[in-house]
């Protein structure tokens, strides 16, 4: 296990040490559960109350906290107390799982697929036809890359993964665990003698560059051309992007939202957890859409909305706080 002082955590952070500690710090924590020896942080103001009963020795701070670190304690401020912690968790996180062989044995790869340098495949996994593996991709066991897939450099790729054929991921993602790339996309089409009739779905999914999907998350591909997720795009867990989709770079899409099919994020958007949005809309650059939100018209760029019908933010606030009242005066 790791153990640092506080100087040399700050030589990371390049911050400003306040106060000092003798204690050698074995681990992050968060300020509540934090022991004598673990560093923790402090990212906004509202959190200092809990300082006083933290038994965390360092804590890592905005430069504008308005509390002392107390006896043998101290804090190191910095800039932004968030972007910080991430690179302390860096400093403790525990090694990737281990593989004794870059390529399994029981690993199937098909001899016309291309492995780059310095990949590594899992025991279990299978490697289609005319796939191609850039350099020092990993792909831990029980991942199924099917016929005509390219995979970019330094992508990281969970078990349970199944990335369908002809798809395209970009170099430096990671795929969590069972997400499933290219699945068919969900289009049917009602008739008379047959019921239902599945509308075949021909084309894929291309991903961007430093993207990251979660676990069981699902991108379907496209009917026609392609389902695109942008360059830099964070998906969280069990979330679905319908075929034909595109989101632009450095959208984040949180755990249980959704997009129907056809679906246009610009650049930046942030969709909250469980929100869903109807098929064929344009959500513009920047725009946010609150959790549990239910979308069933164009989003402006900029705007915030929220609610079921979404509506901007501030009315959907006044909404709310207009029945709260008609409610209480009614009793």
């Not at 062989?101 to 289609?128: C, E, L, M, Q």
């Not at 790729?157 to 499933?180: D, M, Q």
């Not at 609610?307 to 008609?326: F, H, T």
Request: glycine share 12%.
């Amino acid at each position: 296990m790791n153990t640092y002082s506080i100087q040399e955590i700050n030589d990371v952070l390049h911050g400003e040490i306040v106060g000092t500690t003798s204690c050698k710090i074995t681990a992050p924590e968060q300020l509540e559960a934090a022991t004598e020896t673990e560093i923790s942080f402090i990212g906004n103001k509202k959190y200092e109350k809990f300082w006083e009963n933290s038994k965390a020795c360092v804590a890592v701070v905005n430069q504008d906290i308005s509390i002392e670190p107390g006896e043998n304690r101290a804090f190191i401020k910095v800039k932004n107390a968030d972007l910080a912690m991430s690179q302390v968790l860096e400093l403790f996180a525990p090694a990737p799982p281990v593989f004794s062989v870059d390529i399994h044995p029981t690993a199937v790869i098909d001899k016309s697929a291309t492995i780059g340098n310095g990949t590594r495949i899992g025991a279990g996994s299978y490697i289609g036809p005319n796939v191609v593996l850039a350099e020092n991709v990993t792909i831990y066991p029980n991942v199924t890359i099917l016929d005509e897939c390219t995979i970019g450099k330094n992508t990281t790729i969970w078990s349970g993964t199944v990335i369908r054929e002809r798809c395209h991921i970009g170099a430096y993602c990671i795929l969590h665990p069972n997400c499933t790339i290219g699945a068919d996309g969900f289009g049917f089409r009602p008739c008379p003698e047959k019921g239902l009739v599945k509308i075949p779905q021909i084309g894929n999914v291309i991903i961007g560059n430093n993207v990251e999907i979660g676990a069981n998350s699902c991108v379907d591909r496209g009917k026609f051309s392609s389902t695109i997720v942008g360059d830099g795009c964070k998906i969280d867990n069990l979330v679905q992007i319908g075929h034909n989709s595109k989101l632009g770079k450095f959208c984040i899409m949180a755990g249980n939202s959704g997009l129907a099919g056809s679906v246009t994020l610009g650049n930046g958007v942030i969709v909250g957890g469980s929100a869903s949005i109807k098929d064929h809309l344009t959500i513009g650059d920047g725009a946010i859409v609150g959790a549990g939100s239910g979308v069933a018209a164009d989003v402006e760029a900029g705007k915030v909305v929220l609610g079921y019908p979404a509506v901007d933010a501030r009315e959907a606030l006044k909404q709310w706080a207009i029945l709260k009242r008609l409610v209480k005066d009614s009793k």
